[in-house]
């Protein structure tokens, strides 16, 4: 019944969403209609994934039908779609059968029948709980039932029942404390022996109770010493039983994992803390990188001051060896993709491998100088020669997306290839919107492993990024960067040059919009508040153009989610998982 529920909420909502952009619009024949493929890559690359094969992980169609609705191609979605199931039918199990039917059923608003979703793994899971409270109020405002109406939708994590996007996302926006991956939950990834907390901030931790039962060995400080606290206090509240923290092992020293050492350090016994012997590098580029950003991502209560006075107790330079409490350990000091001062934790006799952030898919901070493409092919063979059971990272959908060695090994031949195309792309002097726009798909990729489509997917665009900005100067092969023209420069080109009043730019803008160009309409935007400020009529335009660009990257990409959330002050409260 809950998953029928899910289901006509979906529905529901994504109704929803097409009366909301079908107001004062004609209606557009998908024949006639020349939307430019080149500005949505990751549409383009879901479709060639969805079109290769039926899709044996359900988020990969999830995913697609999302991308439709977020760029207001509800009926070439749908059409797309009902194509796919047509061809693949014969070869489709009843669930995936559901799956396509469902997923053409919200794009043509419509109720399908009684069909169940197919088995939804991870955050969709905590998705489908919120949406049946979300529609449960619902239900109950329509009864007149006003206490159990703002009951459910209290659980649902939403404040209101008006909202113009649909948000299936597991993160959370707060002022004071900043984004949230996931939802706050305790794991016993190994039962009484490894814990992960995840959703009391920004970055997971992890406990690990010696074979000896003596000591209690935590990975990574998190980001603030407030959450520090309430990490630590909710897992000694679950776990009341466990020995005191004696060692903490920092995987990399960026702001997020060693921010909360305050709180530690705190406590009586003071814990030892080992990093690698290059952290204090690691803290003075982050200190240079611009500060104003991390309280969107770390909240208002962040201190930098805590990341800028960590001092480990010993340092890290070579591989090294060591038992704590019984238990043995090995710490593999890696270059990574993200930072030169990281650290692998090998628990090798449990089959753990804490593995930081060597795949943050942005390849180091993008607002930071960092990020080492080489180092992370390198430590991809580190993690498969390890071949551990559990593969660990510093955030929760890195554990979620990146779990297996062996998906790791080929996405490197993946990677690798890539890489190739984007150095002789710069080469040629492509400019970094057409190497966007060439929607590289690796030989292979399209019918190998199923689970490498969607990190290949959460890669790609950052991986291109990171070596363009690493190998091209402040000049560009278009010329791009020769001049330094603004906001202002270019609100003088529309309203002195071509005399465009304010109006007709934020209509222009809300044209863009309902056409699903919103990075189009944000700049749009920038400029025509140069000019005249952020009047309300910029200000709505902009709350509706950022809202949907959070609903565009709500599940691929969570820092994009975060600066789009902060543009306009948008909260996105937590979900709770108490049911
Ligand atoms: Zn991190």
């Excluded at 990574?336 to 090798?348: K, N, S």
């Excluded at 291109?464 to 023209?485: K, S």
Aim: aromatic share 10%; proline share 5%; net charge neutral.
């Amino acid at each position: 019944m809950r998953k029928f529920i899910s289901l006509l909420v979906v529905l529901v909502l994504g109704a929803g969403l097409l009366a909301y952009f079908g107001k004062n619009r004609p209606t557009r024949v998908s024949a006639g209609q020349t939307q430019s493929v080149s500005s949505r890559p990751e549409l383009e690359y879901l479709k060639a994934a969805n079109r290769a094969a039926p899709p044996k992980d359900p988020q990969l169609l999830f995913l697609l039908m999302g991308a439709y609705a977020n760029a207001n191609q509800q009926l070439e979605g749908a059409e797309f779609l009902s194509a796919r199931l047509n061809e693949f039918g014969p070869r489709l199990s009843d669930p995936q059968k559901a799956l396509y039917l469902s997923a053409i059923g919200l794009l043509r608003a419509q109720h399908a029948s009684s069909v169940s979703l197919l088995h939804r793994i991870g955050y969709v899971k905590d998705t489908v709980a919120m949406l049946d409270d979300f529609h449960l109020g619902k239900l109950a405002l329509a009864d007149g039932d006003q206490i159990k109406a703002r009951d459910y939708l209290r659980q649902s994590g939403y404040k209101s029942f008006e909202k113009p996007i649909v948000l299936t996302t597991p993160f959370s926006e707060d002022t004071l404390s900043g984004h949230a991956f996931a939802s706050r939950r305790i794991a016993e990834i190994i039962p009484g022996r490894v814990y992960g907390l995840s959703g009391f901030e920004f970055t997971e931790y992890y406990f690990v109770v010696s074979d000896d039962r003596r000591e209690l060995i935590g990975i990574d400080a998190g980001t603030r010493a407030d959450s520090a606290k309430t990490a630590y206090e909710a897992l000694r509240g679950y776990a009341p039983n466990l020995p005191e923290l004696t060692t903490i092992f920092v995987t990399h020293s960026h702001w997020d994992h060693i921010g909360g050492q305050a709180y530690f350090r705190g406590l009586n016994p003071k814990p030892r803390f080992y990093a690698r012997s290059n952290y204090k590098e690691e803290i003075d580029g982050e200190l240079d990188a611009p500060g104003s950003i991390a309280k969107h991502f770390f909240g208002e209560r962040f201190n930098v001051d805590d990341v800028r006075s960590f001092k480990p107790d010993a340092t890290i330079d070579r591989p090294t060896e060591l038992k704590i409490g019984g238990t043995r350990i090995e710490l593999i000091p890696v270059h990574g993709g993200e930072t030169h001062d990281a650290m692998f934790i090998h628990l090798p006799d449990l089959g753990v491998l804490f593995v930081g952030d060597f795949i943050m898919p942005y390849l180091g901070a993008p607002f930071a100088v960092e990020g080492d493409f080489q180092g992370l092919l390198d430590a991809i063979d580190i993690v498969v020669q390890k071949n551990p059971r559990y593969m660990l990272h510093g955030h929760e959908p890195l554990t979620r997306n990146f779990s297996s060695p062996a998906m790791l090994g080929q996405l490197k031949t993946n990677l690798s290839w890539l890489r190739d195309q984007v150095l002789t792309a710069i080469r040629r002097g492509d400019t970094r919107a057409a190497i966007h726009q060439a929607n590289l798909i690796p030989p292979g990729l399209l019918n190998g492993r199923a689970d490498a489509l969607l990190p290949y997917l959460i890669l790609r665009e950052h991986v291109i990024d990171r070596l363009y900005h690493q190998n091209v100067g402040y000049w560009q092969a278009d010329l791009e960067g020769l001049d330094h023209l603004g906001d202002s420069d270019r609100a003088e080109l529309l309203v002195d040059y071509l005399g465009l009043s304010e109006k007709r730019l934020v209509t222009a803008a809300e044209k863009m919009a309902a056409d699903g160009k919103y990075e189009l309409a944000a700049s749009l935007l920038e400029a025509s508040a140069a000019r005249f400020g952020r009047t309300e009529t910029i200000a709505k335009a902009e709350q509706l153009v950022y809202l949907k660009l959070m609903e565009k990257y709500q599940n691929t990409d969570p820092f994009k989610y975060i600066l789009y959330s902060a543009k306009i002050g948008e909260q996105t409260p937590a979900m709770t998982t108490s049911k």
